[in-house]
């Protein structure tokens, strides 16, 4: 009797085939690990190839420090814990530092005949003190030349900062432009997106800094916003009105709200410029103004 009710459960229905596991689904079965152990591995290499990409411009403009260094106090310590003001150094005229900050703008020790050296188109260093963000700065004939080479000249997509290829290399410009990749371990500008994702950091430190062998030029930042790729904000603007039109449209666009800048004799503007997210049709852009020119040469020549 048990046999006959289990023949009869194991009874197929008339005119039904019996299941059977077909060639499809059992390779199927076996390639979706196989296919997970390749996006993996594909992955994996990626990030492989991004850190050692990283890392590599990390370490050369690292190893740039060496030229570039900021005084801190009446002592003429370094940053670095090393003495490099003007009174201790017997190199180039190129080498210039004063004790602490008594012209109302950090004093870096520059080697700048020996960045010179290093790639014939440098034009100035920037810094900005409220991100610990300072490199050098180049200039190509081709805005793409900078993209994917370092400052010494080595290929590599992390690129450097540069200065737009169009631009007056002695700041001259009303609206400088100065480009940079928005790194993932912040490097180049990939700082600059903390102005907005920290709250405060503006007004700590408002300024921007670069420096020429022979002047500093001090921007106070009035305006940082997102805006889409061959937005108006790259555009050059004409006469007084559109020097006008320019910086209301950029304070309306801005993130960031502030009165402590005078526009009223137009001072010229200085705008870095960055990518932002994954798509590359959107940039970051921050927006200062010139309220302080220095000029190192005549220091440099009074001591």
């Known amino acids: ?32 690990p196989v296919i997970l152990i390749v996006i993996i591995a594909f992955f994996g290499i990626k990030f492989l190839q991004d850190y050692k990409t990283y890392q590599a411009a990390k ?32 190199g180039t005229d190129s080498e210039i530092g ?46 793409s030349k900078y993209l994917k080479t370092t400052f010494d000249g080595s290929y590599n997509p992390s690129g450097c900062i540069f200065l737009d290829s169009t631009a007056a290399n002695d700041f001259t410009d009303m609206n400088t432009f100065i480009f940079g990749h928005n790194m993932r371990n912040e490097t180049m500008f990939g700082s600059l997106k903390r102005f907005y994702q920290k709250d405060g950091l503006t007004d700590s430190d408002p300024y921007v800094y670069l420096y020429t062998k022979d002047k500093v030029f001090k921007y106070r930042i009035f305006s940082y ?33 502030t009165d402590d800048v005078d526009f009223t004799d137009r001072p010229r503007l200085l705008t870095l410029s960055t990518c932002s997210g994954t798509t590359h049709t959107v940039r970051f852009l921050v927006h200062s103004a010139l309220v302080e020119e220095f000029d190192q040469k005549a220091e440099r020549d009074s001591k």
């Open 59 to 90: 370490d050369e403009y690292s190893a740039l420090d060496q030229y570039i260094s900021e005084t801190d106090g009446d002592d003429g310590t370094a940053d670095d814990g090393e003495a490099t003001t003007a009174g201790t150094q017997t």
């Open 225 to 257: 916003y997102l805006a889409k790729v061959g937005s108006a904000c790259y555009d050059d603007f004409e006469g007084d009105d559109g020097y006008d039109d320019y910086v209301k449209a950029a304070q309306n666009n801005s993130m960031y709200d």
């Open 98 to 143: 004063t004790e602490g900050k008594d012209n109302d703008y950090p004093h870096l020790t520059i080697d700048y005949d020996e960045l010179k050296k290093i790639n014939s188109e440098f034009v100035a260093v920037i810094y900005v003190p409220a991100l610990d963000l300072r490199y050098p700065v180049a200039q190509a004939d081709d805005n």
């Open 1 to 32: 009797m048990a046999d006959d009710i289990k023949n009869m459960n194991n009874k197929e229905e008339p005119g039904k085939k019996p299941r059977r596991k077909t060639k499809k689904s059992t390779v199927v079965f076996y390639m979706i």
